[in-house]
C-alpha cells in the first residue's frame, strides 16, 4: 500500500506568512494527488487535485505542485481563515486510497 | 447542485454491525461514472478512507478494515451503504460518505458526517 507522510504536522505561522506543506508517497503516483482543507466539525473541502489544478471557487493564494513522490501545497499569504488543519490524498484508481496523516496550521 | 446525506444508527454495541446509508442529491447516481466512498475519522484525529463502489457496482477497500467492510450500492434509490462487521470501540468515529468523479477521482463533495459511537 502507498503511505503518504506529511511534513510537519503542526505549524504555527502569521497572518501573511508564506506556508509550505510537504507530502511524500512511499511510491510514483504520478499526479493523482489532492489536497484537502479541513476546519473542525466541517467535512474537508477541495483545494488541489491533479497536483497542481485549482479546484473553481479557491482562493488563488493556494497553489500545489510536484509529482511522482514529492508534492507541497504552498499559501502565499496566510489569512486568519486559512487556519485548519490540511491533508493529501492519494488517488490513483488502480490502487486503494489513502490520506496523509494532516497538516494542522495554527496561529502564531 | 449535488448534495450527499448520511444516515444510520448512532450508537452500535460492541461485536455488533455498523449500517450506514448515503443518499445523494441533486442528480441520478446511474447517470455519473464515479466512485462513491466512505470515510472516518475519529476524533481528533486524522482522515482514513475505508472503501468505494463504481457506479457499475465493482468495490475496493482498505487492506485494514477489508475483512469487515461491504460498501453497495442502489441506484434505484440513489443511494449507496456501508456495513462494517464486528465493531469496537476503535471504529468509534465520524463517517463520511463522499463523490470521486473522473478522470482525477477526487473527493468533490461530501456528505456532513455522521457521529458513530461504539458502547454497550
Known amino acids: 500500500d502507498i503511505q503518504l507522510t506529511q511534513s510537519p504536522s503542526f505549524l504555527s505561522a502569521s497572518v501573511g506568512d508564506r506556508v509550505t506543506i510537504t507530502c511524500r508517497a512511499s511510491?510514483?503516483?504520478?499526479?493523482?494527488l489532492a489536497w484537502y482543507q479541513q476546519k473542525p466539525g466541517k467535512a474537508p473541502n477541495l483545494l488541489i487535485y491533479?497536483?497542481?489544478t485549482l479546484q473553481s471557487g479557491v482562493p488563488s493564494r493556494f497553489s500545489g505542485s510536484g509529482s511522482g513522490t514529492e508534492f507541497t501545497l504552498t499559501i502565499s499569504s496566510l489569512q486568519p481563515e486559512d487556519f485548519a488543519t490540511y491533508y493529501c490524498?492519494?488517488?490513483?484508481?488502480?490502487?486503494?486510497?489513502?490520506f496523509g496523516q494532516g497538516t494542522k496550521v495554527e496561529i502564531k | 447542485q449535488v448534495q450527499l446525506q448520511e444516515s444510520g444508527p448512532g450508537l452500535v454495541r460492541p461485536s455488533q454491525t455498523l449500517s450506514l446509508t448515503c443518499t445523494v442529491s441533486?442528480?441520478?447516481?446511474?447517470?455519473?461514472?464515479?466512485?462513491w466512498s466512505w470515510i472516518r475519522q475519529p476524533a481528533g484525529k486524522g482522515l482514513e478512507w475505508i472503501g468505494r463502489?463504481?457506479?457499475?457496482?465493482?468495490?475496493n477497500y482498505n487492506p485494514s478494515l477489508k475483512s469487515r467492510v461491504t460498501v453497495s450500492i442502489d441506484t434505484s434509490k440513489n443511494q449507496f451503504s456501508l456495513k462494517l462487521s464486528s465493531v469496537t470501540a476503535a471504529d468509534t468515529a465520524v463517517y463520511y460518505c463522499?463523490?470521486?468523479?473522473?478522470?482525477?477521482?477526487?473527493?468533490?463533495?461530501w456528505g456532513q458526517g455522521t457521529l458513530v459511537t461504539v458502547s454497550s
Open positions: 463522499a463523490r470521486a468523479p473522473p478522470p482525477s477521482y477526487y473527493f468533490d463533495y
Open positions: 441533486g442528480g441520478s447516481m446511474s447517470s455519473y461514472n464515479h466512485y
Open positions: 463502489i463504481y457506479t457499475g457496482g465493482s468495490t
Open positions: 511510491q510514483d503516483i504520478s499526479s493523482y
Open positions: 491533479g497536483a497542481s
Open positions: 490524498q492519494q488517488l490513483n484508481s488502480y490502487l486503494t486510497w489513502t
